[in-house]
């Protein structure tokens, strides 16, 4: 079974689940709509849904007749239920939710988390049906490289470096489009959003809260020291200071009619 770094059990997780729904919900929406194959009736799967707000949404779009469901490792922070929303524990590692079956098949922020990403984009793919589309949205750090001043770039230097150890690639963006040219999608279109940011924005409380809620194995991991954290945890809480630090790599494919 795949473990997952930033467990739901962790004591701030549903709080910063609930703002990265906030942050990204609307982008994610966008690009959804923007394919034209969610309607009434149509069948959506999310994988690795988090709080399921994307999962509840597909919901409401598929209705009256379609049906969304909505999978992950731990459904323990999801709110919604409704009539045509399926939730499922399970692990895309494992193997296809269900083989040919959706319409649209998504997942946000997900895969740079597991260690098998070629399994699960696999799996992913095999659970889209025929003419059905897969739409991934992962984050890429290509911004941190100019981030300013640079002790900002040191911290993420040492943010990066915890995060190879866990497991966590956070360049995955970059691979999404020769991955599913790979598995013989065709229609494969890509974007990539960086939010600009200063401290006391909405992504400034993202990054205060997640770097507070994994502090503790940041400095025992030895990539990172207090100071540091301190530094940068400051810059998040001034104004004056601009910044962009995720290049959110949003690649759709379509799976090839028989
Ligand atoms: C960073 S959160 C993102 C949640 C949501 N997609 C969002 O963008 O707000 C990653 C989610 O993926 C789930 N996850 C991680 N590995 C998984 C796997 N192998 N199979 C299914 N879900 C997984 C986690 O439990 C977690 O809910």
Redesign the pocket.
């Known amino acids: 079974m795949?473990k997952?770094v930033?467990g739901?059990d962790l004591k701030g997780e549903g709080k910063r689940?609930a703002l990265?729904?906030e942050l990204?919900d609307p982008m994610h929406r966008r690009h959804i709509e923007a394919l034209g194959i969610i309607k009434p009736g149509a069948r959506a799967l999310e994988?690795?849904?988090?709080n399921g707000s994307i999962s509840a949404w597909l919901a409401e779009q598929v209705s009256p007749g379609g049906k969304a469901v909505a999978?992950?490792?731990?459904l323990s922070l999801i709110e919604v239920r409704t009539p045509n929303l399926e939730l499922r524990q399970?692990?895309?590692?494992a193997g296809p939710v269900e083989r040919g079956s959706f319409d649209l098949v998504t997942a946000?922020?997900?895969l740079h988390?597991?260690a098998d990403v070629e399994a699960?984009t696999k799996n992913l793919a095999a659970s889209v049906r025929p003419g059905g589309a897969l739409l991934l949205i992962e984050p890429d750090f290509l911004p941190v490289s100019v981030a300013e001043p640079p002790e900002v770039r040191t911290f993420w230097d040492g943010w990066l470096a915890w995060s190879r150890e866990r497991g966590i690639d956070y360049y995955i963006g970059r691979e999404l489009a020769p991955r599913l040219a790979a598995l013989g999608l065709t229609q494969i279109n890509g974007n990539a959003e960086s939010a600009i940011y200063n401290g006391g924005s909405r992504w400034a409380d993202y990054w205060t809260q997640t770097i507070t809620e994994l502090r503790g194995d940041l400095i025992t991991s030895g990539k990172l020291k207090d100071v540091l954290v301190d530094t940068f945890l400051n810059h998040c809480a001034d104004s004056n200071w601009w910044t962009q630090t995720i290049a959110f790599t949003v690649v759709h494919g379509r799976v090839p009619l028989a």
Do not use: Q, T
Request: charged letters at 20%; hydrophobic letters at 50%.
């Open positions: 795949s997952y930033l739901h689940l990265m729904s990204l994988v690795g849904c988090g999978v992950d490792l731990d399970d692990d895309i590692v946000r922020a997900v988390h597991i699960a």
